[in-house]
């Protein structure tokens, strides 16, 4: 019983630090891509500031400013968390987990 332990505690421990990864690589990929809109923002700006400069024919009104789309909103839980979730549950009812390691590994999943 104390291997079965072990092993699924090393299943654990992988499987936090693979979504610990995960979610490193996407706050990441998050704040490039912030970044990147800041300085399209930035450019288009300049550009219309530019194109403003220039005299336009009077019988046409001035052509509105492009705006980036805002990034949609993470919300919820990934789906790798989920099944991470979902295993740990099958440990726990299996009683390879206590109530207490449950609890922690979940948090950890969660990012609380």
């Known amino acids: 019983m104390g291997l079965l332990r072990g092993m699924a505690r090393t299943a654990v421990v992988a499987g936090t630090a693979t979504a610990v990864s995960g ?3 996407r706050r990441q990929a998050s704040k490039f891509a ?3 809109a800041q300085t399209a923002a930035a450019e288009q700006q300049a550009y219309d500031q530019q194109m403003g400069q220039q005299q336009q024919p009077s019988d046409q009104p001035p052509q509105p400013a492009y705006e980036q789309p805002a990034p949609p909103p993470t919300t919820g839980i990934s789906n790798e968390a989920i099944e991470q979730l979902k295993e740990l549950g099958a440990l726990k009812e299996q009683g390879i987990l206590t109530e207490q390691e449950f609890a922690v590994q979940k948090a950890k999943i969660l990012g609380a």
């Open 34 to 36: 912030e970044k990147d």
């Open 23 to 25: 979610r490193v690589q």
